[in-house]
């Protein structure tokens, strides 16, 4: 099993910057893939905001293109996401994820934190 647990959000006004990070726990070795998604008020759907690999290779909404960066630190088990510029409508509540890779049974597996919610102002 692999928990998550996110933290950093808050309201804040447009403009502002933020720093969201999720601890994960557990069978961490067997993490491949990471990211953060979103999901937006009145949407059930979640939207994939950036995920990152266990090597570094990032990828982006094109939405959060050169406000949002993804980063890791594998050693302390630690994901993380500067929002640079955030606009109200980046308002969401946040969810990390993390997926299984080859070295463990159960090979593609998702795991979710409970969320953390960002309000942005105007």
């Known amino acids: ?5 996110e933290s950093g959000g808050v309201l804040v006004q447009a403009g502002d910057s933020l720093r969201l990070s999720c601890v994960a726990s557990g ?12 999901q937006l008020p009145g949407r059930k759907e979640r939207e ?21 960066t993804i980063s890791r630190d594998n050693a302390k088990n630690t994901l993380y996401m500067q929002m640079n510029s955030l606009r109200p409508d980046d308002t969401a509540v946040y969810y990390c994820n993390a997926r299984k890779g080859t070295l463990c ?13 960002v309000t942005v102002s105007s």
């Open 27 to 38: 069978d961490t070795i067997c993490i491949s893939e990471m990211g953060w998604y979103r």
């Open 1 to 5: 099993q692999i928990q998550l647990v």
């Open 105 to 117: 049974s159960g090979y593609g597996m998702n795991y979710w934190g409970k969320g953390t919610l």
């Open 48 to 68: 994939l905001v950036a995920e990152i690999t266990s090597g570094g290779s990032a990828n982006t909404l094109d939405s959060a293109k050169g406000r949002f």
